[in-house]
């Protein structure tokens, strides 16, 4: 569920990947990363694949084929809210 008090595009000074963990649904760890429902479409099994990249950005892909900005929308975030802030840590998997 979306914060009503997060601005589209605002930083929550929170780790990127619980931003976007956060607004999911049905989420599960998996060895590299997490799984869960796309936002950006009716997914009854989840197919949206949640990772960190090396550089503590969040990498996201849905698997029937939603594009990046289609699922952000759907989440109310925009790329930016996808890196991690200068001296901040990002969270393993």
Do not use: N, Y
Request: charged share 25%; proline share 8%; hydrophobic share 35%.
């Amino acid at each position: 569920m979306i914060d009503p008090s997060h601005q589209e595009g605002e930083k929550c000074g929170e780790d990127p990947v619980e931003r976007v963990l956060d607004r999911l649904e049905r989420v599960r760890v998996g060895a590299s990363g997490w799984t869960a429902c796309c936002p950006a479409h009716e997914d009854g099994t989840p197919s949206l694949s949640i990772s960190v990249g090396d550089d503590g950005r969040v990498l996201i892909h849905c698997h029937a084929g939603c594009s990046l900005e289609d699922v952000l929308t759907a989440l109310g975030l925009t790329a930016a809210d996808l890196f991690v802030e200068q001296g901040a840590e990002p969270t393993p998997p």
